[in-house]
C-alpha cells in the first residue's frame, strides 16, 4: 500500500496504512509523532507514499514543523498530503490543542525550513485550500455557511491574509481548514539549489 492515514483513531481506511500512537481501534502501525523530537523517525522510506492524509492531528501538536518534514521525507514526489485542522481562535476551546491555524498558515513555509522562502526555494505547493464546517443539526448554521462559505473559499484564492484579518475570521468560528499540498522535491536539492542562489549574489 502506497497510501498512509496518521493518527487515524477510529478512521481506519482501506487501502491505507493507518498510523496511531496506540492500537486500540485497529491501527495497522503504532507510532507517537512525539518521538519525531527525540530524533527518531517514521518507520518508514524515502518517497514511499503518494497520498498522505493527517485529520485532526496538528492542533494537538505545539511544534509542527519537524512532523510536516518527517512527512515530507516519506511522500512521493508529486504526492499529496492532505491536512485538516481546525479553523482560528475556536480551537482554543478544547483544552488539549496546542495551537491555531489560519488560511495562509501552510504556504509560507518550506516544510524543511524555520524561515520565509521564496516560492523558487519551496519543497511543496500548495494546490488547494478551503473552509468547511462537519456535518451540523442547526438550521441557522446551515443557512449562514451555505450561503456564505462559497464566497469565502472564492476570496481565500485571491487574498487568504485579508481574509483572516477581518471580521469574517470572527463571525465564522467552528469551522476546519482542509489543505492539499504536493511534493515537488527533494529536501537535499531544494537546499542545494537555495545555496548556489546566494553564491550567484
Same mark, same amino acid.
Request: hydrophobic letters at 35%; a neutral charge.
Given at each position: ?67 510536516? @518534514? ?6 512521493? &514526489?508529486?504526492? *499529496? #498530503? =492532505? !491536512?485538516?485542522?481546525? /479553523?482560528? $481562535?475556536? +480551537? ?51 443557512? @449562514? ?6 464566497? &469565502?473559499?472564492? *476570496? #481565500? =484564492? !485571491?487574498?487568504?491574509? /485579508?481574509? $483572516?484579518? +477581518? ?35
Amino acid at each position: 500500500m502506497d497510501k498512509l492515514n496518521i493518527g487515524c483513531g477510529k478512521d481506519l481506511r482501506k487501502d491505507f496504512i493507518n498510523l496511531d500512537s496506540h492500537n486500540d481501534d485497529g491501527a495497522d502501525v503504532c507510532f507517537d509523532l512525539n518521538d519525531i523530537y527525540k530524533g527518531n523517525k517514521l518507520p518508514f522510506k524515502d518517497n514511499q507514499f503518494e497520498e498522505i492524509l493527517m485529520y485532526d492531528v496538528l492542533e494537538y501538536i505545539p511544534y509542527p514543523l519537524p512532523i510536516l @518534514k518527517e512527512i515530507h521525507r516519506v511522500c512521493k &514526489i508529486d504526492g *499529496l #498530503i =492532505k !491536512i485538516k485542522v481546525p /479553523y482560528g $481562535d475556536f +480551537t482554543w476551546g478544547n483544552p488539549d490543542h496546542k495551537r491555531v491555524f489560519f488560511v495562509g498558515t501552510f504556504n509560507m513555509y518550506n516544510f524543511d525550513s524555520y524561515y520565509y522562502c521564496k516560492e523558487s526555494c519551496k519543497n511543496i505547493e500548495l494546490v488547494k485550500q478551503k473552509l468547511f464546517i462537519n456535518p451540523t443539526k442547526s438550521i441557522i448554521k446551515k443557512i @449562514k455557511y451555505g450561503l456564505f462559505l462559497p464566497i &469565502i473559499n472564492q *476570496l #481565500i =484564492k !485571491i487574498s487568504p491574509a /485579508y481574509l $483572516d484579518l +477581518t471580521i469574517l475570521r470572527f463571525l465564522f468560528q467552528g469551522m476546519n481548514i482542509l489543505v492539499v499540498i504536493k511534493k515537488t522535491g527533494d529536501t537535499e536539492f531544494i537546499n542545494k539549489a537555495n545555496l548556489e542562489g546566494k553564491d550567484d549574489k
